[in-house]
């Protein structure tokens, strides 16, 4: 099962991907979340935000 990088379109397959794993897009580096496993979506993960020492 594959699915298109959201970003680039690149095809992304699905070998063994868990719910909410972060994974570097093959052919333009994004990071992805795996949001559904059936079938396959993602999208572009979340910016780490600053936290200021907090």
Do not use: R
């Not at 333009?28 to 200021?52: F, Q």
């Amino acid at each position: 099962m594959t699915q298109d990088c959201p970003v680039c379109g690149a095809d992304i397959t699905n070998n063994g991907l868990m719910m909410n794993e972060l994974v570097p897009c093959p052919e333009c580096g994004s990071d992805l979340e795996v949001i559904e496993l059936t079938p396959l979506k993602l999208d572009k993960a979340p910016e780490e935000k600053e936290d200021w020492g907090e």
